[in-house]
Nanobody, 120 residues
Framework: QVRLVESGGGLVQAGGSLRLSCAAS????????MDWYRQAPGKQRELVATITSGGSVNYADSVKGRFTYSRDNAKSVYLQMNSLKPEDTAVYYC???????????????WGQGTQVTVSS
């Protein structure tokens, strides 16, 4: 089975930093997208950062200039979060579109999430 595991969350004070990691494993043939999302209490899940095939990164306006997405191999992505604000408090998820065979049929997968709490 496909598994996505996030790590790196925690409790920090405003202005602090955290680095989140996501690793994919299992019966993976191809990964089309491997992105970061977050969901705050009472809010919709939102896309935080994604990288294009050309290597450029798209960020939510709320995190531009503070968060940095990176990927060092086909199955691992990272999110460096600096200058954290209380409004960044959320469960952060790694989301991926993954094909498990050469049929090129992709399906969405989600990790369990990692809690990020930023105190004032």
């Amino acid at each position: 089975q496909v598994r996505l595991v996030e790590s790196g969350g925690g409790l920090v004070q405003a202005g602090g930093s955290l680095r989140l990691s996501c690793a994919a494993s299992g019966s993976i043939f191809s990964i089309n997208h491997m992105d970061w999302y977050r969901q705050a209490p009472g809010k919709q899940r939102e896309l935080v950062a994604t990288i294009t095939s050309g290597g450029s990164v798209n960020y939510a306006d709320s995190v531009k200039g503070r968060f940095t997405y990176s990927r060092d191999n086909a199955k691992s992505v990272y999110l460096q979060m600096n200058s954290l604000k209380p409004e960044d408090t959320a469960v952060y998820y790694c989301g991926a579109s993954i094909a498990t065979s050469s049929s090129d049929i992709f399906a969405p997968y989600w990790g369990q999430g990692t809690q990020v709490t930023v105190s004032s």
